[in-house]
């Protein structure tokens, strides 16, 4: 914060669309947006920063509003301060406030839901969008208003503020999974990469990282929204991104619309009281939901062998979502797997049962396996054995690859061959 007050609000930053981009014509009469902010406790100038550019980066009449929607931020400077600050945008910035923490998912549902444009688009707190960054999300939605679309997002440094491309002019990367619900993204499928006549052009893709995206509002609001049952934060894109593939959408991402991000070095805020609610880690609960509505009974079980406590939580009532899944007249997962996310099985083979899991525990110290709170397993460490599970869960498979086989094991969230 230090850093980002110091930083001009309508600074200059790189264009780093590729270079046929600015070629591209697009329609005259684009649907209006409402471009959807949703904050807690964000820094004020990195709120700011995000509105600025956008206003000063979009073509104005197809920028309904941008509408700040605040999940019951308790920090001084966003009061009275940000009422301030926006009014000099008259009603082209409209702030709402939550009335008690709903979370980040909840509340991008309310945005939605009192939009204004014709077309929602959600951004985080902490965005810089680039040059003609909006038609070329707006145009895909024009085109067909069942398709989602997403920017590419370039990274603005936590400590430093640079804004730099995470991925080249040139180079084009599209959101899918793994069996443990971790987001990954990978290079265009041969598939896609022959039927593409511009390295510019959008293309499908099977899910997104979640922050960044718009969408037709009624459309969205037809899907149901975000399932209300998710709690706070994670697993809310890939909901979304089921749901639209599914039920008869698609999700584009646009190389010619790029948005910077903050991306953060911690969690900078915690769940508060709704975390409090339930047992067992809140993202494993999302997941179940999503998986539980959504994946077929085979590959639900890939999920369960990565996560085999998820199991045993309790996810709430999903006969809503299932309900809606049926209303809609909504395609197999298999359907989704055979026609969207094809290249997934060729990076994440199926995973056979485990064969053991539980803790693994030290025959000679009685100390037990932990991921120590990180995502790599160069950072494993052992620890005392404290039988809840989580980051002590260990299991195994054997994958059939050679005579010999081979030994998968996996860690909570993590996985190594
Ligand atoms: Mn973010």
Redesign the pocket.
């Known amino acids: 914060m230090v850093v980002s007050d110091e930083i001009a609000m309508d600074r200059d930053i790189p264009d780093t669309r590729n270079p046929e981009c600015p070629h591209w014509q697009y329609p005259e009469d684009l649907p209006t947006t409402s471009v959807v902010i949703v904050f807690h406790n964000e820094g004020f100038s990195t709120l700011m920063r995000t509105v600025h550019s956008v206003i000063d980066r979009s073509p104005p009449q197809f920028l309904k509003e941008v509408l700040l929607v605040d999940d019951f931020s308790d920090k001084a400077a966003l009061k009275e301060p940000l009422e301030d600050y926006i009014s000099r945008w008259g009603s082209k910035v409209r702030l709402i406030r939550n009335k008690e923490r709903a979370g980040l998912i909840r509340t991008r549902t309310t945005g939605a839901e009192e939009a204004k444009g014709e077309v929602v688009l959600f951004l ?4 810089e969008v680039n040059r003609n960054w909006l038609p070329p999300l707006l145009a895909p939605i024009y085109r067909d208003k069942y398709t989602m679309t997403v920017p590419v997002i370039d990274g603005v440094d936590h400590d430093t503020f640079e804004y730099r491309p995470v991925y080249g002019a040139g180079s084009n990367f599209r959101g899918i999974f793994e069996w443990g619900m971790l987001y990954k993204e990978t290079e265009l499928p041969p598939e896609i990469e022959r039927s593409r006549e511009h390295q510019s052009e959008p293309y499908k893709a099977p899910t997104h990282a979640g ?1 960044l995206f718009a969408i037709n509002r009624e459309y969205f609001l037809s899907l149901g929204a975000y399932d209300p049952g998710l709690l706070v934060w994670g697993g809310e894109n890939f909901e979304l991104s089921f749901k639209v593939w599914q039920c008869g959408g698609s999700i584009e991402w646009v190389p010619c619309s790029r948005v910077g ?4 070095g911690f969690m900078p805020y915690n769940f508060g009281k709704l975390a409090e609610k339930k047992k067992g880690p809140l993202i494993t609960i999302n997941y179940k939901r999503v998986i539980e509505t959504w994946f077929d009974d085979k590959y639900k079980e890939y999920f369960y062998t990565r996560e085999p406590l998820a199991r045993f939580l309790d996810m709430g009532d999903i006969s809503k979502q299932l309900e809606l899944k049926e209303r809609l007249n909504c395609k197999s997962f298999h359907w989704f797997m055979e026609n969207v996310a094809y290249d997934m099985l060729r990076k994440y083979p199926e995973l056979p049962k485990n064969i053991h899991w539980g803790e693994l525990r030290s025959a000679a110290t009685s100390r037990c396996l932990d991921t120590m709170g990180h995502s790599a397993p160069s950072f494993m460490g052992v620890a005392h054995c404290h039988g809840f599970g989580n980051n002590q869960v260990s299991c195994s498979q054997v994958v059939e690859e050679s005579a010999a086989g081979r030994l998968t094991c996996c860690m909570s969230s993590l996985v190594w061959l």
């Not at 985080?124 to 965005?127: G, I, L, N, R």
């Open positions: 985080d707190a902490h965005c922050g991000h903050v991306y953060r």
